[in-house]
């Protein structure tokens, strides 16, 4: 994951999803309520923001990668919700909109501080027979929210390492689906593994070998 830019947050990690699925609802993320980024606000970066990319940024729904009339299947591992999206984008000089109105919710970011600052925020209308609820969008947004946040800071500069770290996100982990992430997150934490035994075996022939 990316380093000296933040941690992102991904399904990949280890984290108990049952506690947090289940977590009192007094600690979930409110709807209405702006959390700040510590970012400066970037206007380009919000009117080139893809919806299919913002959907995927959450670590714990998986999209599929066609499209079909009624919008692109979803299913939310996280509350084991499943329903169907088609993300309406707005973006101005000042604020962005990322309305999902099949399951009511929609996504804000807004220019703070003169543009010192970002801060994103999160509304929930019912909708009728949805299975997606309200509390449902507060526990997916424990981690949305970081997510979004910490890609949103790769693109504060246009150095080499932030450059690189987009690349990785936009063309290897963004296109994987939860369980992929998850999947590779556990091979490569066992190539490390096996590349410090492989080390460790080494030391020790080379100081006690004959």
């Not at 399951?103 to 010192?116: F, N, Q, V, W």
């Not at 693109?155 to 994987?176: D, G, I, Y």
């Not at 998850?182 to 080390?199: A, H, N, Q």
Request: aromatic fraction near 12%; include cysteine.
């Amino acid at each position: 994951m990316p380093t000296g830019g933040g941690t992102m947050t991904y399904a990949s990690e280890t984290i108990n999803r049952r506690d947090r699925a289940h977590a009192d609802v007094e600690e979930l993320p409110r709807p209405g309520v702006w959390m700040e980024t510590n970012l400066p606000w970037n206007t380009a970066f919000w009117s080139d923001l893809k919806g299919k990319t913002l959907m995927r940024l959450n670590p714990h729904w998986h999209v599929e990668k066609d499209k079909t009339s009624e919008g692109f299947p979803v299913e939310d591992v996280l509350v084991e919700a499943e329903f169907r999206a088609t993300p309406e984008l707005t973006a101005t000089a000042d604020t962005f909109q990322a309305s999902f109105p099949e399951i009511g919710l929609t996504l804000s970011a807004r220019k703070c501080e003169d543009g010192a600052n970002t801060a994103l925020s999160f509304t929930m209308d019912e909708v009728e027979n949805c299975p997606f609820t309200a509390e449902d969008a507060g526990r997916t947004m424990q981690y949305w929210l970081p997510s979004l946040r910490e890609y949103y800071r790769l693109h504060e500069s246009n150095s080499l390492k932030h450059r690189a770290w987009r690349f990785f996100m936009n063309k290897v982990m963004l296109t994987m689906n939860p369980t992929q992430r998850r999947i590779s997150g556990f091979m490569f934490k066992l190539t490390v593994l096996e590349c410090l035994f492989i080390v460790i075996l080494g030391v020790g022939w080379f100081y006690y070998g004959a």
